[in-house]
């Protein structure tokens, strides 16, 4: 009995030695978790920002089109309104499910922009759709869509914690330059 007395303590260290290291194991293990977890979901709503802002544009850049057979852009390959319609109509279709994942996996500020940003591209279409012919105007729908477009691509930088990007402002002719040029 002596024997395992004097063995004791050595047994006791074996024992806490072996308990410490699986708990800073599992400890280790959880942590790990919790990374690649976040991560995953920071990834899932990168995918569900880009996606809305990607759905979003194929409505602009039809906008333009439109807006340049009406003469108010520069667009070089103008669309009639009614070539256009279905290709909003399908456009708009393609938005709502992004539109749905942006509000599911978004912080509020991200969605607060993008609804902004939304609301600006569809007065561009009341616009055409009025078949209203006033480049100033236009001009005018096109900053106020921009400027809501800068809005959610920050508000997508700072949840995501991204560095600032590029404003994605490059000068084009006016409307009234763009037939001189073709």
Known sequence: MSEFIQQLPALLGVVIGALGSYLVVMRGEQVRFRQERAARWEERRLAAYAD??????????LA??????LGNDPHPHPLTPEQAEPLLAEAADARDP??????LLGSR???????????????????LRAGTRDPEAWQELLERQREAREGYYAAVRADLALPPGHPARW????????????
């Open 52 to 61: 809305y802002a990607r759905q979003l544009k194929k409505t602009i850049t």
């Open 64 to 69: 333009y089109r439109v807006a340049s057979h």
């Open 98 to 103: 992004a539109g749905e994942a942006l509000i």
């Open 109 to 127: 500020e991200v969605v607060d922009r993008a609804r902004a940003w939304v609301v600006a591209v569809l007065a561009m279409e009341r616009f």
């Open 171 to 182: 000068p084009l002719p006016p409307a009234s330059d763009a037939g001189a040029q073709r």
